[in-house]
């Protein structure tokens, strides 16, 4: 067996990943009290999005802000938010499985300074499921980064969430009409459609 094939991941053809941005966090920031309702509202959605990824085996990637300590490693974070009044829920509803992928970046943009792109080029990944916080920061910037790299976005909009619904909403029309990312509700995502345009595309 090839080392390509090896992976449980890793396939012939163009792929999707499902990334997870922000989402373990104590929320003990500023603004942190407003963001957590919406994240929280979120999380539940995703927990939804995350079981329908497994069953078709799309790779779920964590990537999380190190909270400038560049002695972080995410299991300890993981488990430092379980002690957290508000962390814990949103981890209850998302804990990380022993096959998912994590990064830790120091900045907004899950790509600048991390090896996402490396990992999402072994994973032969060609679109992607963003989802997380804030909708108008961590996810606009990451979304920004991922399309000046030519990757096929989909923002499901009830996937997301910023400190206010309007101010969600606004990220989320600017991603839709400018990055041409589909920001339809995580229910209405063919997964498995999405999983294999790309190789429709190419036959």
């Not at 329908?52 to 909270?67: F, G, H, T």
């Not at 063919?190 to 429709?200: F, V």
Request: aromatic letters at 10%.
């Amino acid at each position: 067996m090839s080392e390509k094939n090896s992976h449980p991941h890793v396939h012939d053809y163009e792929h999707v990943a499902l990334l997870f941005v922000d989402m373990i966090s104590d929320f003990s920031f500023e603004d942190g009290e407003r963001l957590f309702p919406h994240t929280l509202k979120a999380a539940k959605k995703m927990a939804k999005l995350k079981t329908r990824a497994k069953e078709l085996n799309i790779p779920i990637l964590y990537v999380n802000d190190n909270y400038g300590r560049w002695q972080s490693d995410f299991p300890g974070i993981v488990e430092e938010m379980k002690q957290s009044e508000q962390g814990k829920k949103i981890v209850h509803l998302l804990q990380p499985d022993d096959d998912d992928y994590f990064i830790l970046k120091p900045q907004y943009s899950a790509f600048f300074m991390t090896p996402l792109e490396l990992l999402l080029n072994y994973l032969n990944v060609k679109s992607l499921i963003i989802c997380g916080v804030a909708g108008n920061m961590c996810i606009h910037f990451t979304a920004n980064d991922a399309f000046m790299r030519g990757y096929k976005l989909y923002i499901p909009s009830d996937c997301t969430a910023s400190n206010s619904r309007e101010e969600n909403d606004k990220a989320l029309h600017l991603m839709a009409h400018v990055l041409k990312a589909t920001i339809q509700p995580s229910e209405e995502l063919d997964l498995e459609a999405i999983k294999y345009e790309w190789r429709q595309l190419k036959s």
